[in-house]
């Protein structure tokens, strides 16, 4: 029998990035669920990485605003406000035209065709009924986008906002549609390859306002009545 080295030890575990990767895809196929803990002593057992190695990918995540650092009780996967969840989407509406502008300049054939392979595993994870997958990969495509437009701060903003999107959703999902229509990234794809902006763009902007309106964002009017009735 092999002794158990350092070496073989640390086989056994992740890197701290893999460790990061499997959090954000959980958030991402909507495996974790808003509010949950994340209990380090567990994240030791089932990572096999160091509580000095966890504690940064856990900062990392809290500095991405998709985990929640509360002292002296733990870490929890966010819980964003409706306010907050506003601000995701109008944040998405600033940035993600200019990503389409970018890309109506510059896409070349290499990037039309990474988009269609994207739709073709979008199409395909909706046909095998795969809802984790179809969740992660409608977040993936707005990335994508970001990513063959070139600007590597855009790429990681829209990280974020597409994970923090994920997590509105979980909360404030209205109708149990879980992710971006089917046909609309297709239609997106096809005003880029027409180099056309003004159509690409508004296609974009639909879509973002159909994903936002399938959302119970109405502030609870009921509630603030109330309290006006208490202070009357
Ligand atoms: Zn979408």
């Known amino acids: 029998m092999k002794p158990v080295t350092q070496d073989t030890l640390a ?47 856990l900062a990392r995540l809290a500095h991405e605003r998709l985990v929640e650092l509360i002292p002296n009780r733990g870490a929890f996967i966010a819980r964003p406000s409706v306010e907050e969840a506003r601000e995701v989407f109008f944040t998405r509406n600033l940035i993600e035209p200019a990503i389409i502008r970018l890309l109506c300049d510059d896409a070349g054939g290499r990037d039309i065709r990474a988009l269609k392979r994207h739709i073709t595993k979008e199409r395909k994870a909706r046909r095998d009924g795969d809802r984790l997958a179809i969740i992660r990969l409608s977040g993936e495509f707005h990335v994508l986008l970001a990513e063959l437009a070139g600007n590597a701060i855009l ?15 979980t909360l404030y999902d209205a109708a149990n549609t879980p992710s971006c229509p089917d046909h609309h990234h ?15 763009t508004q296609r974009l902007t639909a879509h973002l306002r159909a994903v936002e309106n ?14 006006t009735a208490i202070f009357a």
């Not at 297709?186 to 690409?200: F, G, H, N, P």
């Not at 009017?221 to 309290?227: I, K, N, Q, T």
């Open 11 to 57: 086989n056994r575990g992740m890197t701290s990035e893999q460790f990061y990767q499997k959090i954000l895809h959980a958030i991402l196929e909507h495996r974790l669920a808003p509010g949950t803990q994340l209990v380090e002593e567990r994240l030791v057992v089932l990572s096999g990485l160091s509580r000095t190695k966890i504690r940064p990918v």
């Open 155 to 169: 790429v990681r903003m829209m990280r974020e906002l597409t994970a923090q999107t994920c997590l509105v959703i």
């Open 186 to 200: 297709a239609d997106i794809i096809e005003a880029i390859e027409a180099r056309d902006v003004k159509l690409a």
């Open 214 to 227: 399938t959302l119970r964002l109405e502030v609870d009017e009921e509630a603030a009545v109330d309290l």
